[in-house]
Structures are given as C-alpha cells and as structure tokens.
C-alpha cells in the first residue's frame, strides 16, 4: 500500500479536472507505491504489511513493511479520502521494524515532540514527512481494525465486504498534506537524498525528485 522505495507524487499520471466530494479523483491517492486501487468509494482500506494479499473491493490495498515512511504514506494516501472510515491492518508483521504496530501506536498515542510514535516497538518510528493536523485528521477519520497476523484472503474478503458500504464519508474534505513533485536548485544531494545522475535528486525529505534548473528560470 505505500512503495517506500518512491516518494513521487501519483497526480502527474492522471487527465482530468479535480471535483468537489469525499476525493479529487484527479489527485488520489497523491503517493505512488505498491498498491492496487479498487473502488475509491468504499469505506474500507487495507494495509497487508509483509504480506502480498488480495483485499478486492476495498478503496485501496498493499503492504507496508516499515514504520517510518511507509506509515506516513498510509497516512497520506487515507487523509486524502474522505471515503474511507476504516482500515484494517493484516498480513504478517515486517520484523524489526513492525509497521502494524506503528500504525496502531500513532493511532491511539500520536507523536512526541521530536516526531517519535509514541509506544511504537519498532526500530526507528519517527514522523517527519506529515504536520500534526494530518495525524489528527487520521485519528479521527478511521477506526482501526487490528487483525495482524491474518492471511487468509477468505476472511480479508468477508471483512472488507461488512465494511465497504458501512457509514458515511468522514464530514470534512480530504485533506492533501504531499509537497507537489517540484523543481528546485541543488548543488549536490544532501543527507536522505539519491543522486539518479543527469542532475536528478531524489529529496527523500521533500517527497520529491528534483532536477537541475536551468539559470534564468523562475524559481
């Protein structure tokens, strides 16, 4: 559900103008990643953490196996639609850095001051790449399902099904909280970004890939 290998923005791969409702389907989900989307009105997404799972009929489903950045993308990509009142976390845990109990941690405790998941076990939970407004929206607009450890697909099935037409969209827009894709002026990568050569950078910290800007152009 969340690719941490990628930080582009997914709304460069879609047509179409952006309309008022529980989601802009020109826009969602804004972070790319190892997903598949299914119905954007359905209330129900799953995360399958370090397992590849079926989840049909759900808004969106994929695993996640970290407790950083995958975990701000989940995040991210649920915020953005307002369709989705719960997730259900399943699959086997990704050992070490145990993202399921991330997810369960920064929905009932939040963050400290230093972006630290508060009560998270694993190995580096820090938020960095989302403001405190995007962990409020998600605590309130989700309820959390926690069947980790579940692989049966058949069970997925019966779950994402009792939930998919059950309450209401979440009554506040969806909130965009991704740093559009953007070009900006860099000398060289710094600390958490990838040179791809040619000029190109990834900024892990900025969600972005940016390139050279040719001198003269707006900044």
């Known amino acids: 559900m969340t690719g941490e290998g990628s930080f582009d923005s997914a709304e460069e791969d879609r047509d179409g103008e952006g309309k008022n409702g529980p989601y ?90 230093d972006g630290r998941i508060v009560g998270s076990r694993g190995a580096i939970p820090f938020i960095e790449n989302l403001p405190k407004e995007a962990i409020e929206r998600f605590q309130r607009q989700v309820i959390l399902i926690d069947r980790i450890g579940l692989v049966d697909e058949g069970e997925i099935e019966r779950i994402v099904e009792a939930y998919r037409d059950l309450s209401e969209p979440f009554p506040e827009p969806p909130m965009e909280v991704v740093k559009k894709r953007a070009r900006r002026p860099m000398d060289g990568p710094s600390s958490g970004d990838a040179a791809f050569g040619e000029g190109f950078i990834l900024d892990a910290f900025a969600w972005v890939v940016a390139g050279p800007i040719d001198e003269g152009s707006p900044s």
Request: glycine share 8%; aromatic share 6%.
């Open 24 to 113: 802009d389907p020109s826009s969602w989900p804004p972070i790319r990643g190892d997903y598949r989307l299914e119905d954007p009105e359905s209330r129900i997404a799953v995360v399958t953490l370090a397992s590849h799972l079926k989840a049909e009929r759900s808004a969106i489903w994929g695993p996640c196996k970290t407790e950083n950045l995958g975990v701000e993308k989940i995040v991210a990509n649920i915020i953005a639609n307002s369709n989705i009142r719960f997730l259900l976390i399943c699959g086997d845990e990704s050992k070490g850095h145990l993202p399921g109990n991330s997810i369960i941690a920064l929905y009932q405790n939040g963050i400290d001051g």
